[in-house]
């Protein structure tokens, strides 16, 4: 299994950007996918998760109302749709695929067996 994120870039707060995780090697539609992210000296930490077959999805506290995610099984891809983004939001975003993912662990990293590399967004005040 291989992801690549995309979609990154230098935005202003109050903006929006759509990042891309493109999922190749499997079923894609056997396969829950989140979001993490990591600032600058932080530990990664979850942003949102959406489970196989499209069921069930996860928003952290600390994004929702401003972020959406969503997966298109014809495409084999996820989207992560950011609004009203601010400086904090500033972070290395990493998509991440795992087969086995219950709904008690989708915004544990654990449960994700594979990553792809990261794409940066910066926020600018």
């Known amino acids: 299994v291989q992801l690549q994120a995309s979609g990154g870039g230098l935005v202003q707060a109050g903006g929006s950007l759509r990042l891309s995780c493109a999922f190749s090697?499997?079923?894609?539609?056997?396969?829950?996918v989140a979001w993490f992210r990591q600032a600058p000296g932080m530990d990664r930490t979850f942003v949102a998760a959406i489970k196989r077959f499209g069921g069930e999805i996860r928003v952290a506290e600390s994004v929702r109302g401003r972020v959406t995610i969503s997966r298109d099984n014809s495409r084999n891809s996820v989207y992560l749709q950011m609004n009203s983004l601010r400086p904090e939001d500033t972070a290395v975003y990493y998509c991440a695929a795992g087969p086995g993912v219950i709904s008690s662990t989708m915004a544990s990293q654990t449960a994700y067996a594979y990553w792809g590399q990261g794409t940066l967004v910066t926020v600018s005040s």
């Open positions: 090697g499997d079923n894609f539609r056997s396969y829950s």
